[in-house]
């Protein structure tokens, strides 16, 4: 028996690494603090996904080099110099918005049909993004934003699977 690794089993670590973020937020709308660990675990599986993918054979070094370009924002958020939280979530959202628009234009160029059943993930992750970065811009925390941002916190994560899963499922069917 011999193990083969494809985009199909890259992706497979991505699901992974959202089903830990889905439980810190899950967590976190409980009311409960976030399990450090399934943050931390969540934040490598997305770092080997993001180099795997770079590492995959016969890709364009443009696409290598957004996949590591991912790779980078991903660990610039907490390694950021600055405790300026929106910095460090904008950071966070560049990785995931490059991914799935890299993903999204690779589909659409393989097979334009394809591409265009990838596009409400695309959007999905993309404003969910958007909208929990800007809501830390606020100028005061107040307990109707930290509901607000943990709610985005949720809708970012179920983004991100859907748009895992979906990549997961074209992955599959190309087998």
Not at 124 to 132: K, P, S, T
Request: with cysteine; proline share 5%; net charge positive.
């Amino acid at each position: 028996m011999s193990l083969t690794l494809t985009r199909k089993t890259y992706y497979l670590l991505g699901i992974l690494a959202v089903a830990c973020n889905m439980f810190n937020a899950i967590l976190l709308l409980t009311g409960s603090s976030p399990v450090s660990p399934g943050e931390s675990l969540a934040f490598v599986l997305t770092g080997l996904m993001l180099l795997f993918l770079a590492a995959l054979r016969g890709i364009p070094g443009s696409e290598k080099g957004r996949y590591f370009l991912s790779f980078v924002l991903l660990l610039a958020g907490p390694a950021s110099l600055t405790t300026y939280a929106p910095l460090n979530r904008a950071l966070l959202a560049g990785c995931w918005i490059n991914l799935v628009f890299m993903e999204y234009s690779r589909l659409r160029r393989e097979d334009p049909g394809r591409g265009s059943s990838f596009a409400g993930p695309v959007a999905a992750v993309c404003l969910c993004e958007l909208v929990q970065t800007l809501l830390l811009v606020a100028p005061e925390m107040t307990d109707l934003l930290k509901m607000a941002y943990n709610l985005a916190f949720f809708a970012c994560t179920l983004a991100r699977g859907w748009a895992m899963v979906a990549l997961y499922r074209q992955a599959a069917a190309r087998s």
